[in-house]
C-alpha cells in the first residue's frame, strides 16, 4: 500500500473529535526540518489533513504490519478497535506536540511509531481467558513492548515510552517527552471513546482467531 493509500485508510477509521484537532486553516504550508532532522511547518500550525500524512508516512512500516490486523479485530474501548485508537493516538500525539511548538525537541518519527504500538498487546483485553487479563491495564505497555520487539527494530524513545505510558497506573513515569506526549494522548482518546454516545453501537468485527493462529506458528 501506497503512503496515499495509507492516507485514505486513516481518513478512514479516525479520527479525533474536532476539539482535538480544531485547526486554524492551513492549506499550504511549507515544511522545513528542524536541525535534529523533525517535519516542521514554517509559522503555522499543522492540519488535520497534514497530521494524517505525517502519522502515514512515519508509522508506515507498523500501519502496514500483518499482525496490526489482530487490533482491526478487538475493542478498545466503547466501539473503537485498537487499532483506530492506535491511530487516534498517534494523530493527537503530534497535535500536542505541534500546538506545543516541541518540534525542536521530539523525535516526530519515533513519537509515531511509539504511539502506533503503544498498545500492541495482540489480544483482546475484554474476554476473560481464565483470567489472564485481569491486571490488563497494568502489564499491557510491557506486553505490547515484547511483541513490537519481536516485530520492529525500536530505539530506546520507541521502547521505553511504549512500556510506561499507562503511567501513573504503573509506577514507572516516562523518560522522555515523546512518551509524554504518547501517555497524554492515550488518556485522552480512551476517555473520549469510553463516554462517547455511540459506545454501544458495536458492528461485527472480523474473525480474531484466524490472526492469532497465524501468529503463534509463524
Not at 509515531?112 to 505497555?141: E, M
Request: proline fraction near 4%; include cysteine.
Amino acid at each position: 500500500m501506497s503512503v496515499h493509500g495509507n492516507v485514505r485508510a486513516l481518513q478512514s477509521v479516525t479520527v479525533l473529535p474536532d476539539k482535538y484537532l480544531n485547526v486554524v486553516g492551513l492549506s499550504h504550508g511549507m515544511n522545513r526540518t528542524s536541525p535534529n532532522g523533525k517535519d516542521e511547518t514554517v509559522g503555522r500550525l499543522l492540519t488535520r489533513a497534514q497530521i494524517q500524512r505525517l502519522v502515514a508516512k512515519h508509522g508506515r512500516e507498523v500501519i502496514e504490519h500483518q499482525h496490526m490486523q489482530i487490533e482491526r479485530c478487538c475493542y478498545q474501548h466503547g466501539n473503537v478497535t485498537t487499532f483506530e485508537h492506535s491511530i487516534r493516538v498517534a494523530c493527537l500525539a503530534v497535535w500536542l506536540a505541534d500546538r506545543a511548538h516541541l518540534w525542536y525537541h521530539v523525535n516526530l518519527r519515533s513519537l509515531i511509531r511509539a504511539a502506533l504500538l503503544h498498545d500492541y498487546f495482540l489480544y483482546d483485553w475484554h474476554d476473560w481467558d481464565n483470567g489472564q487479563h485481569r491486571w490488563h491495564g497494568f502489564t499491557h505497555g510491557h506486553a505490547a513492548l515484547m511483541n513490537a520487539l519481536k516485530d520492529f527494530d525500536l530505539n530506546d524513545i520507541e521502547r521505553n515510552s511504549i512500556e510506561n505510558h499507562m503511567f501513573p497506573m504503573t509506577p514507572v513515569p516516562p523518560a522522555y517527552i515523546e512518551g509524554y506526549l504518547v501517555t497524554l494522548s492515550d488518556k485522552l482518546s480512551a476517555t473520549a471513546e469510553t463516554f462517547s454516545f455511540d459506545r454501544f453501537n458495536k458492528p461485527h468485527l472480523p474473525s480474531l482467531e484466524a490472526h492469532i493462529k497465524h501468529r503463534v506458528t509463524r
